[in-house]
Every structure is written in C-alpha cells, then in structure tokens.
C-alpha cells in the first residue's frame, strides 16, 4: 500500500507513538524486502510482551504497508477507542460466531482488498519459558488457504527485555534493541485445493509457526526447542499432576 493511503487515523497514532519508541528502543530490522509492495497479505508474527505489537507496527509502519491488527468486535461499538480501531483500519473478529472462517471474515475482506492483516498465531503471550514461539492457532492458516494471499513469517525480540511477559513495570535502561526479522513467504501451495480440515489446518499452522521460529532462531542465535511449547498439552499435564498428588495425600490420610 502506498504510504499515502495510510490515512490520518494511522498518521496520527504513529505522531503519538514513535516518539518514544525511537527515543527508549534501539532498532535492527532486517527483512523489510520480503513485506510486499502491492496487494493483500498477511504478517505472521511471535508474540513475548504486551508492547512487542507498538514496536513490530513502527517496523512496519516504515515499510509503507500498515499492519492491520485482529481484535475483538466489542472495541468496535462506541467511544474514541472504537472511532480509532475503525479510523486506524484494525480488523474485528466475531468470536461468537459459530463458523470458524465466518469469525475471520473481515480478515478476509481486508486481504482481498489489498490490506496486510498482521496474526499474532499463538493467540497470547508465549509461556514457553525462554520465550521461542508457541504452538500457533489455525486462524491466519484459515485466511491464507481461503485468499491464498502471502504469508510473511516475522520473528521479533527485545520489546520483551523492556516488558518481559506479565511484567508490571519496564526496564528502560540501559536503552534496549528490539530486533525484527521479516522472511520470505511461507509456502502454503501444497495445502490447496484440499477440503479445510482441522487437520490440515494443524498442519498448515505447524509450517508457518517453524517459518516463524527459523526467522527468531537467526536472531538469537541459537536453535529452539525440537517440539514447541504446548499450553493445552501443559494443561492436561498439569491437571495430571494435580491428580496423582490429591490420591498421594488420600493415600496417606488413608494409612494414617
């Protein structure tokens, strides 16, 4: 999108927000090549700190084609927040409704008219506990197999060393780097045609998340983990664990 048709919605967001952002955070972006000139695509992007979506939009911002983030319908309906989620162009997602790609259906319209959507695939701050990506969500493998648009895996890190995940208060000095690493477009072709099954759509969601990765292992410098970080499988863990100690303090009530 040509950066005149950026809007002033996004204009003035962007006067209010870069300023400090240049001021408290280094920047070494790389990739900007690989976010497309012209026509509709989607970012998919890692997700460690509750500020990380302020400095990834200043990356892109730069690049002339604003991100256009997901968020939940209710911001949409009244007040100066909805009038700037619809002025900055953010895209409502209708969780409550009962058709998965329905709920992704202004995502849709958005990448069909030439916008970039920008996914946060895991959903949430990563809980793996040295920060690599989690296990994503299907929804940005949903609108990619349904507009077969581009998909642009970007691997970020630093905003999380100035708000580490579920921090209270920032840790400002000395001033940080926040890295961005945009590569180029996952290949999604093998998935087409093919009926949208949830297991097709794992699989789809698995590739883009290794794409991902890849991008924040160069940045690291280090290979994550072989399986990724799994909140649902923690969960059930979890809930295993719980249960083996209660029968192990019933057992020992029991022999008392």
Not at 181 to 206: H, I, N, Q, W
């Amino acid at each position: 999108m040509p950066r005149r048709r950026i809007g002033f919605w996004y204009r003035f967001a962007a006067v209010i927000c870069k300023p400090p952002l240049v001021v408290l955070i280094k920047r070494d972006w790389r990739g900007m090549e690989n976010i497309p000139a012209e026509g509709g695509f989607i970012t998919a992007v890692n997700h460690n700190s509750h500020i990380d979506p302020f400095a990834y939009a200043h990356f892109q911002y730069n690049t002339g084609r604003v991100p256009r983030f997901l968020a939940k319908s209710g911001l949409f309906k009244k007040g100066f927040v909805a009038a700037a989620m619809r002025g900055t162009g953010q895209i409502p997602v209708y969780r409550e409704s009962t058709d998965a790609l329905s709920a992704f259906r202004a995502a849709i319209a958005a990448v069909q008219r030439g916008e970039c959507v920008a996914f946060y695939p895991e959903g949430t701050l990563t809980r793996d506990p040295d920060g690599w990506p989690m296990t994503g969500k299907t929804g940005a493998a949903r609108v990619a197999l349904e507009t077969r648009c581009p998909v642009v895996p970007v691997a970020q890190w630093g905003a999380n060393k100035v708000l580490p995940p579920y921090a209270k208060k920032p840790d400002l000095l000395p001033r940080k780097t926040h890295h961005v690493l945009a590569g180029p477009p996952v290949d999604l072709s093998r998935f087409y045609d093919k009926e949208m099954t949830p297991e097709l759509l794992k699989e789809a969601t698995e590739v883009i998340m290794a794409a991902i990765t890849a991008q924040l292992e160069q940045i690291r410098g280090e290979k994550a983990p072989a399986t990724p970080y799994d909140p649902r499988r923690e969960r059930i863990e979890q809930r295993r664990r719980t249960r083996a100690q209660s029968k192990g303090k019933q057992a020992e009530g029991q022999g008392t």
